[in-house]
């Protein structure tokens, strides 16, 4: 991914907690197979770990989540552990997730009222937020064994709370109870655990950029600002904001760099 420097994101924590709001991830591999392709995609829900937590005692953040066994990419996964005990397995290649933001929109050169009427040097773009992690992948392929079990069960429940509490807003009270695990035959459940492996993946890079009009000038940015708001519904609501918000932060960041030079 390019990381333009108007739109690059550095704050660990505004990084991680975007995959928080945005856990739908996109994991990504490069493994060596006799049947399946080299490289493979699934888009897959992630419970992450903050580091140095009861979760995760490491000083990396972590990512958790499960995928089928009949999945092409859990089959060249498997395919690794031929004639070894079963155990946990750690990929020697590291893998790439990536996090889309929940908008994204084409931008109109209509939207930019300083430069497209003193020049006319205006182009389309795309306006969009991204987060991307680099991470050495462990997979736990049999549930039979005590470790596999213990964390596929874990990472079912976090990844259920996550989403019922989270996502649907299921809280109880007077909202809806959120559905558990535990509300299902338990026997189902583990025939469920013996047809999915369980990923962990220890995070040892973690990039970001928001795309949002920021390194517009002044005026344009303030009619990226206005075009989106003026097209209303949520995505166009939500994009207009974002504009907003980065293009103040890249001011701040200019301001604060002009003062120290002087």
């Not at 392709?37 to 992630?46: I, K, N, Y």
């Not at 397995?89 to 790439?96: G, H, I, N």
């Not at 109880?172 to 655990?193: C, F, H, N, S, T």
Request: aromatic content about 8%; glycine content about 8%.
């Amino acid at each position: 991914m390019f990381f333009a420097s108007a739109h690059a994101e550095s704050d660990e924590e505004v990084l991680l907690q975007f995959i928080k709001e945005n856990p739908l991830g996109m994991l990504i591999t490069g493994i060596d197979s006799s049947a399946q392709d080299f490289l493979q995609c699934t888009h897959v829900p992630f419970v992450l770990d903050h580091p140095k937590t009861d979760e995760n005692p490491s000083s990396n953040p972590q990512l958790r989540a499960h995928i089928a066994k009949q999945n092409p990419q859990a089959k060249a996964m498997l395919e690794l552990t031929s004639g070894a005990p079963p155990s946990i397995l750690p990929l020697e290649r590291d893998v790439l997730v990536v996090f889309n933001g929940r908008h994204d929109h084409y931008v109109t050169p209509n939207f930019y009222t300083e430069t497209k009427p003193d020049t006319g040097k205006v182009v389309p773009t795309w306006n969009y937020s991204a987060v991307q992690v680099y991470g050495k992948l462990s997979l736990f392929y049999d549930s039979r064994t005590p470790e596999a079990g213990a964390f596929l069960s874990k990472q079912m429940h976090d990844l259920s709370e996550q989403c019922e509490r989270r996502i649907m807003g299921f809280t109880g009270g007077d909202r809806p109870q959120p559905w558990k695990v535990a509300d299902a035959p338990e026997r189902y459940i583990e025939l469920m655990q013996r047809n999915v492996v369980g990923i962990k993946i220890e995070i040892t890079k973690i990039e970001g950029k928001y795309k949002m009009s920021q390194e517009m000038r002044p005026g344009d940015r303030d009619g990226v600002v206005k075009g989106f708001a003026a097209m209303g519904g949520e995505t166009g609501k939500a994009i207009s904001a974002l504009v907003q918000e980065r293009g103040e932060l890249i001011d701040k960041k200019k301001a604060l760099k002009s003062s120290s030079i002087e």
